[in-house]
């Protein structure tokens, strides 16, 4: 059974770092494309960074500099460092795997994992 299992969130002041992890489970997930996308209640999940099988990243404008997408082929884990961490990138994190092609929306992934909350304070 396909399996993603997110970690990592919690609570942090504004310009501090979190590292969000995602493992995976029953699937190859090496061949496809996986993300992190974000939501936040009331508001349309937002894709956040991206990376393909031959972990060539995207990033959303919110987050480029800031953040970096990673990922472990040989463990099934995805990764999101988060740093210079800001308010705004308050919401409940996603990770996910899709097709062979990354994709900002939502509707191209397959699997989904069931969210971890990140809080930045003031």
């Known amino acids: 059974q396909e399996q993603l299992v997110e970690s990592g969130g919690g609570s942090v002041q504004a310009g501090g770092s979190l590292r969000l992890t995602c493992t995976a489970s029953?699937?190859?997930?090496?061949?496809?494309?996986m993300g992190w996308f974000r939501q936040i209640p009331g508001k349309q999940r937002e894709a956040v960074a991206s990376?393909?099988?031959?972990?060539?990243?995207l990033y959303a404008d919110a987050v480029k500099g800031r953040f970096t997408i990673s990922r472990d082929n040989a463990k099934n884990i995805l990764y999101l460092q988060m740093d210079s961490l800001k308010p705004e990138d308050t919401a409940i994190y996603y990770c996910?795997?899709?097709?062979?092609?990354?994709?900002?929306?939502?509707?191209?992934?397959?699997?989904w994992g069931q969210g971890t909350q990140v809080t930045v304070s003031s």
């Open positions: 029953g699937y190859t997930y090496s061949t496809v494309c």
């Open positions: 996910a795997a899709g097709g062979r092609e990354c994709s900002p929306s939502p509707g191209d992934y397959d699997y």
């Open positions: 990376i393909d099988s031959e972990s060539n990243p």
